[in-house]
């Protein structure tokens, strides 16, 4: 028996559609063909293959190409043809008035080309086709930084942050603040920075520094050993973290510091005048001349770094190779009280006296808090007979002298307990305190009356420190150590040396400080022995 069943047939709304065919991809013109093939090229550096695409693609399309006019001039800039690369910047403007990128890159290249004022018409018509983003204020505000425009420029750069944050921005306005002399606002800036981004070592050794000049040293040590973290070959943290060990007296471990960098920096001054100084405390004296040589050669205009050669000779009493040094450094750093005392000192010791008691009292005008430059002036007035004055700023340093002496020598404190008996400073200082404390009480039993108190000379202030805040005088742009130990200083017959008419108290004029001062004595080495010739005849 047949069974048959019924089979349904397919609707012909059932019946399947074909799939329709992917349309191509839209052809693109000429001018934008090779656009993607030279960008790769160029992120990759291969500028050779660069080059040859783009002129290619600019013969095709004779040169109406913004993009390849535009990565041709960006190639040119980087390979130091910044004239070229602008006029090739001012075509791609000629070809799209309307794009700002054009108009940035050229503001770019007359930044580097030091016209600062056309570049900040510049940057204001890019302002005028676009939003104002975060790239022009921040190049707007190098501009008036570099024009020492510091209002326009803090501006500049706190509306850059308030767009988009970035870290060169905080690093320009912290500097900003630096040369302006607002330290607590760069600090603010630079702790902002790092929270922003934690793993930046430029922020973190500039915040490990501010804090190292302000004596937080467990701070700045660790800020620096992060940024060491982060970077082992950091010179700027290396260096920091060296001097902090140095100034403690771990010569050898700020030296194995030293060693790393000077892998990466070989030719910094303030590093080989670091490593004069450890072996300065050392007493390794002809290495630490020796490099501060070298230092000297790098950078002769360094002042500090000739304090520190005036320091090392008249260690080794080498006093007219001091004079000269201390000579060189006045001429170019003329308000700074302690090289008057090196002056002084060497000057003591070649025998003109009389220039080194005024070179005394410059560097007593100029700094009068300064424990070695009073103590040394004390010393050379009793070694002149001239107690009494020596006696009254020994009682007034004694007076303004901190409580906490831990950062003074122990040389230093030992001296003055000598001084003080020698010149019995001491029992006057009690005398006084005591009729000072009667007075007090005398006046808090009797009634109150409206007339002022005697004038007395011990109780005038002494002059500002005309260089308070100022670095010691070892530190350049990264901090090192100061060794302040200075030579006996002994007092010398003038003999048949003249000293010339100096005077140094005088207000300075725009001549050079080398013509008023004093030559060094100069000597025949064969005088000497011509007159044993004559004994021995």
């Known amino acids: 028996m047949d069974i048959t069943a019924d089979i349904p047939l397919p609707s012909a709304s059932a019946v399947v559609k074909p799939k329709p065919r992917r349309k191509k991809a839209p052809s693109l013109p000429a001018v934008e063909r090779r656009n993607w093939l030279i960008h790769t090229h160029y992120v990759r550096k291969e500028w050779q293959t660069c080059k040859t695409l783009i002129q290619e693609q600019l013969k095709e399309t004779n040169g109406q ?3 390849a006019v535009y990565i041709q001039a960006m190639i040119m800039r980087s390979e130091g043809w910044i004239q070229q690369s602008m006029e090739l910047f001012q075509a791609c403007h000629l070809l799209n008035p309307t794009n700002p990128d054009n108009l940035k890159q050229i503001a770019r290249n007359l930044i580097l080309l030091g016209k600062h004022k056309s570049a900040i018409e510049c940057y204001n018509r890019a302002s005028e086709l676009s939003e104002r983003d975060w790239d022009i204020c921040h190049c707007l505000g190098l501009c008036y930084h570099f024009l020492k425009d510091y209002d326009k420029a803090e501006q500049c750069f706190i509306e850059s942050l308030k767009l988009n944050r970035h870290t060169v921005t905080y690093n320009m306005l912290a500097k900003l603040y630096l040369e302006t002399g607002n330290h607590d606002k760069a600090m603010d800036v630079l702790s902002k920075g790092v929270e922003f981004s934690p793993e930046n070592t430029d922020l ?11 004596s937080s040293f467990h701070k ?4 620096l050993g992060q940024a060491m973290t982060f970077d082992q070959e950091n010179y700027k943290a290396i260096l920091a973290a060296g001097s902090m060990m140095q100034k403690h007296g771990d010569f050898d471990v700020a030296l194995s510091k030293y060693r790393v960098a000077a892998h990466a920096v070989p030719e910094s001054s303030s590093l080989w005048n670091n490593i004069a100084m450890c072996f300065f405390g050392k007493k390794k004296y002809v290495a630490a001349i020796s490099c501060l040589k070298r230092a000297n050669y790098l950078s002769p205009f360094d ?3 000739l304090y520190n050669l005036c320091l090392l000779h008249l260690t080794m009493q080498q006093y007219a190779s001091a004079f000269h040094f201390c000579s060189t450094a006045i001429s170019l750093k003329q308000d700074h009280g302690p090289l008057y005392m090196l002056l002084a000192v060497a000057l003591t010791n070649l025998g003109q006296e009389e220039n080194a008691e005024k070179a005394y009292e410059e560097a007593i005008r100029l700094n009068g808090s300064d424990v070695h430059t009073v103590l040394n002036y004390c010393v050379f007035l009793h070694n002149r007979s001239k107690s009494k004055q020596a006696a009254k ?8 002298m901190p409580t906490d002496k831990a950062d003074i020598n122990k040389e230093v404190i030992e001296l003055n307990k000598k001084l003080t008996a020698a010149l019995n400073v001491g029992d006057k200082i009690v005398a006084e305190k005591e009729k000072s404390e009667k007075k007090k009480k005398h006046k808090d039993k009797a009634p ?4 002022p108190a005697p004038f007395s000379p011990t109780s005038a202030q002494p002059p500002p420190n005309e260089i308070d805040g100022m670095p010691s005088p070892a530190t350049s742009s990264l901090p090192s150590v100061v060794q302040s130990k200075l030579p006996p200083l002994r007092s010398r017959p003038s003999g048949e040396i003249k000293p010339p008419k100096y005077d140094i108290t005088k207000p300075d004029t725009d001549d050079d400080v080398l013509s008023r001062l004093p030559t060094a004595p100069t000597h025949d080495p064969y005088a000497g022995k011509q007159s044993r010739k004559a004994v021995a005849e």
């Open 303 to 305: 002042w500090k770094i």
């Open 393 to 400: 700023l020994l009682s007034s340093l004694q007076k303004n």
């Open 204 to 214: 973190l050794t500039l915040l490990g520094l501010l804090h190292l000049r302000k």
């Open 65 to 67: 190409c913004e993009y």
């Open 220 to 223: 700045a040590f660790e800020l």
């Open 448 to 451: 109150k009356t409206s007339t």
